[in-house]
C-alpha cells in the first residue's frame, strides 16, 4: 500500500521549465516502478515517462525524449519529473503512479495512483 501526492504544476510559458515532484508514503516505496501519465482534455490518459525501482532504467514516450527526465530519491520516498523545453502540447494533468512489478510498461500494472498537479504551457 502506498499513497501518492503530486506537486509542482503550474503555468509556464512555452519554453520554460516545471518540476514536477510526487511524495509517497509508506514503508516500501523502492519496491515500485514509478512512472508518469498525462491526460489533456478531450483525450486519453498517455504514458510519459518510468523509472525502475533503483533508479538505474528508465522508460519514456516518444513525444517527451531529450526534453523531460525522470529521477527518483529513495531515501526521500519521491519521484521527480523534470519538463524543459515544455510545449503547449505538453498542457494536461500529470499523475504519478506506482507499479508493484518489475519492467517499466506503457500501459499495465500501476496499482496506485495520485490525484494529480495541472500543468499549464502558454504560447
Known amino acids: 500500500q502506498v499513497q501518492l501526492v503530486e506537486s509542482g504544476g503550474g503555468l509556464v510559458q512555452a519554453g520554460g521549465s516545471l518540476r514536477l515532484s510526487c511524495a509517497a508514503s509508506?514503508?516500501?516505496?523502492?519496491?515500485?516502478?514509478m512512472g508518469w501519465f498525462r491526460q489533456a482534455p478531450g483525450k486519453e490518459r498517455e504514458f510519459v515517462a518510468a523509472?525502475?525501482?533503483?533508479?538505474?532504467?528508465?522508460n519514456y514516450a516518444d513525444s517527451v525524449k531529450g526534453r523531460f527526465t525522470i529521477s527518483r530519491d529513495n531515501a526521500e520516498n519521491t519521484v521527480y519529473l523534470q519538463m524543459s523545453s515544455l510545449k503547449p502540447e505538453d498542457t494536461a494533468v500529470y499523475y504519478c503512479?506506482?507499479?508493484?512489478?518489475?519492467?517499466?510498461?506503457?500501459?499495465?500494472?500501476?496499482?496506485?495512483w495520485g490525484q494529480g498537479t495541472q500543468v499549464t504551457v502558454s504560447s
Open positions: 503512479a506506482a507499479n508493484p512489478g518489475r519492467l517499466l510498461p506503457v500501459k499495465d500494472g500501476y496499482a496506485y
Open positions: 509508506g514503508r516500501t516505496f523502492n519496491v515500485y516502478v
Open positions: 523509472i525502475s525501482r533503483s533508479g538505474g532504467s528508465t
